[in-house]
């Protein structure tokens, strides 16, 4: 508890700083989840990939459940409707 109280103070100190670093000490990147449980919610990670360092830092403040729901349903009718889109532009142009 007083690590996770320790990281985030030290996130918002840095955040404003603009300058966040991960355990191996490098600057970290910031990527967008798009998972069912946090959609859309910007995080801090390490910058190397598959790297087992762990760092993890939310950019966003919790969101709220409505939005958990929503988000994952206007991605799928997106996926769906490009699928459509696809499929409709290959009928023209095999027309
Ligand atoms: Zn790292």
């Known amino acids: 508890m007083v ?3 320790f990281v985030s ?4 100190l840095l955040r404003d700083s603009k300058m966040v670093l991960c355990f191996c000490g490098n600057v970290v990147v910031v990527r967008t989840s798009w998972t069912s449980r946090n959609p859309g919610h910007r995080f801090y990670t390490c910058p190397k ?3 087992r360092c762990g760092f ?3 950019v966003d403040p919790p969101m709220c459940q409505r939005s958990t729901v929503i988000i994952p349903g206007l991605l ?8 459509e889109v696809g499929q409709l532009k290959m009928c023209l142009l095999a027309s």
Request: hydrophobic share 50%.
């Open 3 to 5: 690590f996770f109280f």
């Open 56 to 58: 993890l830092g939310w």
């Open 76 to 83: 799928r009718t997106m996926n769906r409707y490009e699928v």
């Open 9 to 12: 103070h030290l996130l918002l």
């Open 49 to 51: 990939m598959g790297s």
